[in-house]
């Protein structure tokens, strides 16, 4: 009894758990990037108050039931994906061949919003949209080699049990120290998932006024927001659990998200923009052949 009492518990309060660091984590973003410009920068929870003022805004205007929908499909694919990572004192849903899960779940936000942004007919939101699914491509295969390779190295699609394996051994046996070109090529990806410069191709605000985001307004920006904070927590939580050893506590788990976080934005913050070609090239050049070795490595035994 207790322990069902105790799933439905961490299933209601998951995501406001993971809503709540991915606040601290977009305002310590706004706030580093403002320092490294010399400026003083927005407080750390202005994210939060971002959301209450869109939530709050009167929508008058609707594209249609497949522009609602995708919305939908938005926040649910990252909630259904955050049941499925493991942190500590949650992973009951982690069993499952969660690998493959996750991948899957991973893919619903970005097809909901081409379908959300098709009905709008914008132009800049077509553009930023059809850049958004080319980057997919761009940076979700050396993500999913990662994947393959991490589970091959571990004998386990669990990401519960693969987290059990690297803290069985200390920092020895994180990912990252026993196969880094699988880490690196997993950390390139990542700033490409993120959207985070020199991959920022997908919003290019200077160039197609914010792009997917265009006609979104009131509360459907306000739950593209929330889906945004929540969805730094779960790419994030994600690299730490395959490549960090995962977290014994929430305290570790918060610092490694916060240094992780820290080395995402300081190449946010010293890089320009890639074109979209430049990225794709980037992403097919460097991350996927070091994924492809790291895998090839592992089927040899190396590594």
Not at 41 to 70: A, C, E
Not at 123 to 147: C, W
Not at 219 to 246: P, R
Not at 256 to 277: A, E, P, Y
């Given at each position: 009894?207790?322990?069902?009492?105790g799933?439905?518990v961490w299933?209601?309060?998951y995501?406001?758990?993971a809503?709540?660091?991915?606040?601290?984590?977009?305002?310590?973003?706004?706030?580093?990037?403002a320092?490294?410009?010399r400026?003083?920068?927005?407080?750390?929870?202005?994210?939060?108050?971002?959301?209450?003022k869109?939530?709050?805004?009167?929508?008058n205007?609707s594209h249609?039931?497949?522009?609602d929908i995708s919305?939908?499909?938005?926040?649910?694919?990252?909630?259904?994906?955050?049941?499925?990572i493991?942190?500590?004192?949650?992973?009951?849903?982690?069993q499952?061949?969660?690998?493959?899960?996750?991948?899957?779940?991973?893919?619903?936000?970005?097809?909901?919003?081409?379908?959300?942004v098709?009905?709008?007919?914008n132009?800049?939101g077509?553009?930023g949209?059809s850049?958004?699914l080319?980057?997919?491509?761009g940076?979700?295969?050396?993500?999913?080699?990662?994947?393959?390779g991490?589970?091959?190295?571990?004998?386990?699609?669990?990401?519960?049990e693969l987290?059990?394996?690297?803290?069985s051994?200390?920092i020895?046996?994180w990912g990252?120290v026993?196969?880094?070109?699988?880490?690196?090529?997993?950390?390139?990806?990542l700033?490409?998932?993120?959207?985070?410069?020199?991959?920022e191709?997908?919003?290019?605000?200077h160039e197609?006024?914010?792009?997917?985001?265009t006609?979104?307004?009131?509360?459907?920006?306000?739950?593209?927001?929330?889906?945004h904070l929540?969805?730094?927590f779960?790419e994030?939580?994600?690299y730490?659990?395959?490549?960090?050893?995962?977290?014994?506590?929430w305290?570790?788990?918060?610092?490694?998200?916060f240094v992780?976080?820290?080395?995402?934005?300081?190449?946010?913050?010293?890089?320009?923009?890639?074109?979209?070609?430049?990225?794709?090239?980037f992403m097919w050049?460097?991350?996927l052949?070091?994924a492809?070795?790291?895998v090839?490595g592992i089927?040899?035994?190396?590594?």
């Amino acid at each position: 009894m207790n322990s069902v009492i105790g799933l439905v518990v961490w299933i209601v309060f998951y995501p406001l758990i993971a809503f709540t660091v991915g606040v601290f984590l977009g305002g310590y973003g706004r706030k580093f990037t403002a320092r490294v410009q010399r400026r003083v920068g927005p407080s750390w929870i202005q994210p939060f108050f971002d959301v209450i003022k869109l939530m709050r805004k009167r929508t008058n205007i609707s594209h249609g039931y497949m522009h609602d929908i995708s919305l939908m499909m938005l926040v649910s694919g990252t909630m259904l994906s955050l049941y499925f990572i493991p942190v500590p004192g949650f992973h009951y849903f982690s069993q499952f061949g969660d690998f493959v899960v996750i991948i899957y779940l991973l893919l619903i936000p970005s097809l909901g919003m081409a379908l959300g942004v098709g009905e709008t007919a914008n132009p800049n939101g077509s553009i930023g949209i059809s850049r958004a699914l080319q980057m997919l491509f761009g940076y979700e295969v050396p993500f999913v080699l990662t994947f393959i390779g991490m589970a091959m190295l571990n004998g386990t699609t669990s990401m519960y049990e693969l987290v059990q394996i690297q803290q069985s051994g200390g920092i020895a046996t994180w990912g990252i120290v026993t196969h880094p070109l699988l880490g690196i090529a997993a950390l390139f990806a990542l700033q490409g998932m993120m959207n985070e410069k020199p991959f920022e191709v997908i919003i290019a605000p200077h160039e197609i006024a914010t792009g997917p985001m265009t006609e979104m307004g009131g509360k459907y920006m306000g739950m593209m927001f929330i889906q945004h904070l929540i969805n730094l927590f779960v790419e994030l939580t994600i690299y730490a659990n395959l490549f960090l050893g995962g977290a014994k506590n929430w305290f570790e788990l918060l610092f490694k998200l916060f240094v992780l976080f820290t080395l995402i934005l300081s190449v946010n913050s010293v890089f320009g923009r890639f074109r979209t070609d430049d990225a794709m090239r980037f992403m097919w050049k460097i991350p996927l052949p070091l994924a492809a070795i790291g895998v090839v490595g592992i089927m040899l035994g190396i590594g």
